[in-house]
């Protein structure tokens, strides 16, 4: 199934979500990553329509890779890919950018033990389907913590 990404040719639900994403964002970079080429095409727009800037990508080595040369305030992981589970991507992550914001999205979250997860360095955690509002506001609520804290 292709999806296209003007908002006519997404699904109903989504379309809805694009009229209702009315919270702007300063401009926050989010990378998100799934091996689901459809997922980050989806979750690429629906960040968009909220205001942040997004790259998507569907390889964490290539994501790895990006990070040692871009900054970005979030990432949103799926947990399972062929080519690396999202805890080991986590894991990776922390390693060269520490403080960044870390969430992983996955529809399998029940094949993951929500401890491991935890200690593999994520923020939260997030099940598919999701109203993107829920995770937009976890982010905020994370973003805004850390600015206070740091």
């Not at 390693?95 to 200690?119: C, Q, T, V, W």
């Not at 955690?125 to 506001?137: A, G, H, M, N, W």
Request: contains cysteine; hydrophobic residues 40%.
């Amino acid at each position: 199934m292709r999806i296209l990404l003007g908002a006519e040719n997404l699904p109903l639900f989504l379309q809805s979500h694009l009229r209702r994403c009315q919270k702007k964002t300063m401009r926050r970079k989010i990378l998100v990553i799934d091996d689901n080429t459809s997922q980050c095409k989806i979750l690429k727009k629906l960040f968009e329509s909220c205001g942040y800037a997004v790259v998507a990508l569907d390889s964490p080595e290539e994501a790895l890779y990006l990070l040692e040369w871009k900054d970005f305030d979030v990432i949103v992981t799926d947990l399972r890919m062929p080519w690396m589970d999202g805890a080991e991507f986590c894991r990776r992550s922390r390693n060269i950018r520490p403080d960044m914001l870390i969430y992983a999205l996955s529809g399998y979250i029940h094949e993951f033990d929500r401890k491991e997860l935890l200690e593999a360095g994520f923020d939260g955690i997030f099940s598919k389907p999701i109203r993107i509002e829920l995770l937009r506001d976890a982010i905020e609520d994370d973003l805004k913590r850390n600015r206070l804290a740091g």
